[in-house]
């Protein structure tokens, strides 16, 4: 165990200097409302255990950890083992954080739901939760994101859920964020907002990451249990960052354990096409919270350029900034080139590999990569991957 | 005693109540910031609230937003914000210029190095709607240490602890947020706004009152500065005119100003919107919208990848 315990976020919702709470005095008295409710419902056993049953018995969790025998065969040393998170319902890990706050939304008593969403992933979970308990769904998403992923857009509808095109300044995530604050500010009195990634203002960030955090419990027992030990690196992608810090964060006091963040250099952080805020960002305050931006020199936001719609974010969740930060010389992040010959080179995808049958996408395909770069260990010692959503597959 | 408070004496001596138009800075050409304000001025302002644009104005509504994408459009920064009031400072020294905008441009030059500008400048507020009591102390003070007031903003809905806590840091005035949601909403109701009303509600009455010296001014429909200094008032609900006033701005959607009902503001009101250039304004307006279009046509256009 490490010594002096992580303790993080703080009251005020710092983890060192990042997070925090940059909003408008409006948006105040949600953000307490919603810090009590979440406070209680943290040590209610009977909130735990609707959290925990709807896991298990909607979101089919837990989910596998498989190892990927022939691509470490290939790779030739580390052993590399998938979480499985795109074998929950709606195909990735987003619904974990959806169901939390979607109970918590019912006990707060608002019947209305909001979220934002990118690729869709988050949207998807939200709908699909909303018409679980009942609720009123809206999700924003940015135009040129609806003309991307246009499958998940017409999941969403099928849900019930009403789909608002943002058409303001990139007309991307950040855009449908801004515009979902605006709704929130609008119908505080009846409305929730579901944020999808550890990002936004405090307790967001906190709550976001307690609810992924399944992801790294379950891996700690399965890994003890199938293979007696732990693995010496865990590598997840970092958009938002909700993924990797779902399976980070019950890790962080396991001192063998190396846990490593890749982010999306797009065309490669020199030609500044690019989504790799914790590389090449530097802190300011978006979105509620104090974090890594990627912003000009007058501190205007700048457009990102991912291959991934889910990792076109220009900031990253405060927790993955103060880790980056603390000194851990264990935490790294890493950022990758997208490349669609990388992407087949080193997939378990079913075209290379047949008896796999894991589809190819460029989240894990940044993970991959960052494996690759990693020395192969002659000891044959587990690397393990968390395996994120196949919602990208079709780029 | 600052500008601002000096300004608010001075009204409250003549028993009038404080106008304060908002122009964001920039929009819709940057020539034309500084003449803007000079009429805003001749016109009848006492107080200018200049807006520093921003890429994400996530309090602001679709009419700000787009006067701040117009000026950025024009590559406005927070810098050349700072020049256009120096340069307004040049021929006017008496009316007060509050900043209005958000927290990343400014740390992004860094706190102490914006007051000092800004001070050299001839600012004399900056209010930074992101940052709460809670996020803003240590902005409050960098204000204070270069004789800036720092503006905070207070809600309907505060608690009695938070505006002890706004208190503490704010000075110059306190922007009273009138309306729920963001700028520019029709979602004004009257009546709660006038239930809530600083000295008529229990938790005002019995905390705010005491613990809250400054003036307070508020936005309403198109950003009505709403301001009471001392007496007590009601909001008139028949504001037939003042939303005529607000759709002919909307249209021009550069600029956010009222009044606050009543006879008196009203014409004030009305004259200062006859003043400005409108036309002018409209026309550079329309040319902003098309150059925007192009360069998403541009961005959009399939390009040559290198092999």
């Not at chain 2, 050409?29 to 304000?37: F, G, I, W």
Request: proline content about 7%.
């Amino acid at each position: 165990m490490v010594a002096p315990r992580y303790n993080l976020p703080d009251t005020l919702g710092h983890f060192g200097p990042y997070g925090g709470t940059f909003v408008a005095e409006t948006l105040i008295p949600a953000l307490e409302e919603l810090k009590e409710a979440y406070a209680q419902a943290q040590h209610d056993p009977l909130f735990n255990a609707e959290f925990e049953y709807d896991l298990k018995h909607y979101v089919g969790r837990p989910s596998p950890i498989y190892h990927a025998k022939r691509w470490s065969d290939r790779l030739g040393g580390a052993q590399i083992h998938l979480k499985r998170e795109d074998l929950n319902h709606t195909g990735a890990h987003k619904i974990n954080n959806c169901i939390g706050q979607a109970i918590l939304a019912r006990r707060m008593g608002k019947p209305r739901v909001i979220a934002e969403t990118g690729a869709g992933q988050h949207g998807v979970a939200t709908a699909t939760v909303a018409a679980r308990y009942g609720m009123e769904c809206v999700v924003y998403m940015g135009s040129e994101d609806i003309r991307r992923q246009a499958a998940n857009v017409y999941r969403m509808k099928l849900l019930g859920a009403t789909v608002v095109p943002v058409t303001s300044g990139s007309k991307t995530l950040k855009d449908a964020l801004n515009e979902a604050m605006r709704d929130w500010v609008t119908n505080i009195a009846n409305t929730f907002y579901i944020i999808g990634t550890v990002a936004g203002p405090h307790p967001y960030p906190m709550m976001v990451r307690d609810f992924q955090s399944v992801i790294g419990r379950e891996a700690i027992g399965q890994m003890q249990e199938q293979h007696g030990r732990q693995p010496d690196a865990l590598i997840a992608c970092v958009g938002g960052g909700s993924n990797a810090m779902g399976i980070f964060y019950p890790y962080i006091p396991l001192e063998g354990v190396r846990l490593i963040g890749v982010e999306a250099a797009g065309e490669g952080i020199e030609s500044g096409h690019h989504a790799a805020s914790l590389t090449a960002g530097r802190p300011g305050v978006l979105h509620g919270n104090r974090t890594y931006l990627l912003q000009d020199e007058n501190g205007q936001i700048i457009e990102t350029h991912s291959i991934s719609a889910g990792l076109d974010y220009p900031g990253v969740g405060p927790e993955h900034a103060w880790l980056k930060d603390s000194g851990t010389r264990r935490i790294r992040h890493h950022h990758r080139r997208r490349s669609p010959a990388g992407l087949s080179r080193s997939m378990p995808s079913g075209r290379h590999h047949p008896g796999t049958r894991i589809e190819p996408c460029p989240r894990l395909c940044r993970q991959a990569r960052a494996v690759l770069a990693q020395r192969p260990d002659p000891a044959g010692q587990p690397f393990r991957p968390g395996r994120q959503g196949h919602a990208h597959r079709r780029r | 005693m600052s500008k601002i408070q000096a300004t608010f004496e001075r009204l409250q001596a003549q028993g009038r109540q404080a106008l304060i138009p908002f122009i964001t800075a920039g929009d819709p050409d940057p020539a034309l910031t500084v003449p803007l304000m000079h009429t805003l001025v001749e016109a009848g302002a006492d107080i200018i609230e200049l807006g520093v644009p921003f890429s994400d104005p996530m309090a602001d509504g679709p009419t700000i937003q787009r006067a701040s994408e117009r000026a950025l459009l024009k590559g406005v920064s927070l810098r050349q914000v700072l020049g256009m009031v120096a340069n307004f400072r040049a021929d006017n020294n008496e009316t007060p210029v509050v900043l209005m905008g958000y927290a990343n441009p400014i740390e992004s030059m860094g706190i102490d190095d914006f007051a000092a500008t800004a001070f050299d400048a001839g600012v004399d507020g900056v209010l930074v709607v992101d940052y709460p009591p809670e996020e803003g102390a240590a902005f409050a003070h960098a204000m204070h240490a270069n004789a800036l007031d720092p503006i905070f903003l207070l809600a309907p809905t505060s608690t009695a602890a938070r505006i002890s806590q706004v208190a503490a840091l704010a000075s110059g005035y306190v922007y009273y947020v009138s309306l729920k949601g963001v700028t520019g909403s029709t979602a004004l109701d009257v009546d709660a706004v006038a239930a809530r009303i600083p000295g008529n509600t229990l938790g005002y009455r019995h905390s705010g009152r005491r613990r809250l010296r400054y003036p307070r001014c508020g936005n309403g429909r198109c950003g009505r500065p709403y301001r009471r200094c001392g007496r007590r008032r009601q909001p008139h609900r028949r504001n037939d005119r003042t939303v005529d006033a607000g759709k002919r701005l909307r249209e021009c959607s550069c600029l956010r100003l009222g009044t606050s009902p009543g006879n008196r503001r009203r014409k004030r009101t009305a004259r200062l919107i006859q003043a400005l250039p409108l036309k002018e304004c409209h026309e550079l307006v329309d040319q902003a919208v098309t150059a925007k279009d192009q360069a998403e046509c541009l961005r959009n256009s399939p390009q040559v990848q290198p092999a």
